[in-house]
């Protein structure tokens, strides 16, 4: 598959990183958590994403990104390279459960296998597109980002070059569209607390003591996760 130069990019920067953490972990067979995050539209959720993926040093997959992987039917195989028949196989049995629970939908289908290939490597941060319902609870911390509804219609205003009251029809349609989406294939209720390990709100805390409860809380994942070893 011809992988864009910019999706080729990430891809490349990925599977380095994925290599130097064999490295130093001097287990292979011992990825890490990855961190999963669903948004409220105008959270800052891509904002918070970014910033926890360049402070713990993971590789961040946007809605972009996982769309133009899925949409392409194929996961480029850089990504699978290293990526054993054990494990491919796993990978196979999970959508096929996935499936079972979720949407019988071919654009789905490649969402879950996309997602969850990534994640069988460690060391990812996704943003939206069910990766919360999707992954193992137990190897991924599932973060839900949320903001008071008038800082994310600024941002939304700001981000989208609208004036307020476009800003709110925007934002009411984006609310309507994240709920739909996650109803219709996931058959979740996106805000239901119960679904995540973290709530952060980057109105109240502000972006940076968002990112650094986020990394803490990943630290702990990781530490719970070896202790269970």
Wanted: with cysteine; charged share 30%; proline share 5%.
């Amino acid at each position: 598959m011809h992988t864009p130069r910019n999706l080729q990019s990430l891809v490349d920067e990925h599977v380095a990183r994925w290599q130097m953490a064999r490295v130093a972990r001097g287990r292979p067979d011992r990825p890490a958590p990855c961190v999963a995050l669903s948004r409220l539209p105008g959270a800052g959720g891509a904002e918070l994403g970014q910033m926890v993926a360049e402070r713990v040093g993971y590789g961040f997959f946007g809605i972009e990104i996982v769309d133009r992987i899925a949409r392409e039917q194929n996961v480029p195989r850089e990504l699978v390279a290293g990526v054993d028949e054990h494990v491919r196989s796993v990978i196979d049995r999970y959508v096929i459960d996935a499936m079972r629970r979720f949407t019988e939908d071919d654009y789905l289908r490649q969402v879950v296998r996309t997602v969850t290939t990534i994640a069988e490597q460690g060391g990812a941060v996704f943003l939206g597109r069910g990766s919360v319902f999707i992954l193992r609870p137990e190897r991924t911390l599932r973060v839900l980002v949320v903001a008071p509804r008038e800082e994310r219609l600024e941002r939304a205003a700001k981000s989208h070059d609208l004036d307020l009251e476009h800003a709110r029809a925007f934002l009411t349609q984006e609310e309507d569209t994240r709920r739909s989406f996650y109803r219709h294939h996931f058959r979740v209720d996106p805000d239901d607390p119960s679904a995540y390990d973290v709530i952060v709100n980057t109105g109240t805390l502000g972006m940076e003591p968002a990112v650094h409860l986020v990394v803490e809380a990943l630290d702990a994942k990781l530490a719970a996760a070896v202790t269970s070893e």
